[in-house]
């Protein structure tokens, strides 16, 4: 059966459009091109597809919606042209227009912060409607920096009154007695991807005098036993490293106007062999609580470097296979 063959032209409005789509030296481009037996060129400052027509149709939509996020100011990302191609293959692509538009709030450089993917833009509203959100999946989704940005927004906009961050002080391989300092130096490290991304937002000496005023606390998670937190945003992160009685002492600590954040990663526990991971029984114990909001992230929602969606992918198939 002979199959038709469809062309389609999209016009380019300057030479600026087609780099922002393109990418520089076409790096985009080639990395399109090597995932559809479409063909993609540029000439005469318009894009043409040619190709079967279910192909054409999806980079048709990728890149009519490129160049209307490229119209309305934004600069996308390897990410971002990987995501939007993803999207069009089913061709949702069309959902970038709402998720770029809206901005959770700006960094202290005045740069906006946006969710990037489907899953993080669900992550954001669940933690609007929900009081306790579990956001579960792989490195790079932006679990912590998201909630981390939002508690900040909210402690701006006066809706806490304070933010505490809080991890288990367990230890990948590493002894925590053997880092030098007191106990404050020695938690440090475990705390650092807190530290960063309140950094991001607030910039190191907004963030230093929020601390010395008592605005945001970061601390070990054993720090939180016998305490009741009011009016607070509290984030628990690295919770695959909670002991199941840790977890349930974590979880009780929410007191009246609070919210509670807890991330973690289920592939990346840390505990000592035959402890069980706090953050896998809780996804039984409170599945039928309507109230508690619980988002899985996939490898689709990894925000960081390409490359790291493909290692994701790879440990995942090779779990798939020993089991």
């Not at 063959?5 to 780099?19: C, P, Q």
């Not at 479409?38 to 190709?51: C, L, P, Q, Y």
């Not at 992918?313 to 089991?323: G, H, P, T, V």
């Amino acid at each position: 059966m002979l199959i038709e063959s469809k062309t389609v032209k999209i016009a380019l409005e300057s030479a600026a459009e087609g780099l922002a789509v393109f990418g520089p030296q076409d790096k985009y481009l080639r990395m399109i091109q090597e995932k559809t037996p479409a063909s993609i060129s540029s000439r005469d400052a318009e894009i043409v597809i040619v190709g079967e027509q279910a192909e054409v149709d999806t980079i048709e939509q990728l890149y009519t919606v490129l160049l209307q996020l490229v119209r309305g100011g934004y600069s996308p990302s390897e990410r971002d042209i990987q995501y939007a191609f993803d999207l069009a293959r089913t061709m949702q692509a069309d959902e970038l227009l709402d998720l770029f538009s809206q901005t959770i709030t700006t960094t202290y450089r005045g740069k906006p912060i946006r969710v990037r993917t489907i899953g993080q833009r669900h992550y954001i509203k669940m933690i609007r409607k929900h009081d306790i959100v579990f956001g579960i999946g792989p490195a790079g989704t932006g679990k912590t920096y998201l909630a981390v940005v939002y508690a900040v927004s909210a402690l701006k906009q006066g809706l806490i009154k304070k933010i505490v961050l809080t991890r288990p002080a367990v230890e990948a391989g590493e002894n925590l007695g053997f880092l030098p300092g007191d106990l404050q130096e020695k938690v440090d490290p475990y705390l650092r991807p807190l530290y960063d991304a309140l950094h991001d937002v607030l910039g190191a000496e907004q963030t230093a005098k929020a601390m010395e005023r008592g605005l945001i606390e970061i601390a070990p998670l054993a720090y939180m036993r016998g305490r009741t937190l009011d009016d607070s945003f509290i984030i628990l992160d690295e919770a695959q490293n909670t002991t199941p009685e840790q977890m349930k002492m974590f979880l009780t600590r929410l007191g009246f106007g609070s919210k509670m954040v807890i991330t973690g990663d289920v592939t990346q526990i840390d505990l000592p062999r035959g402890k069980n991971s706090g953050l896998i029984e809780v996804r039984r114990i409170l599945r039928n609580i309507e109230e508690i909001g619980m988002v899985i992230f996939t490898e689709q929602d990894v925000v960081r470097h390409t490359l790291v969606q493909k290692i994701i992918l790879a440990y995942n198939e090779d779990a798939e296979e020993k089991e």
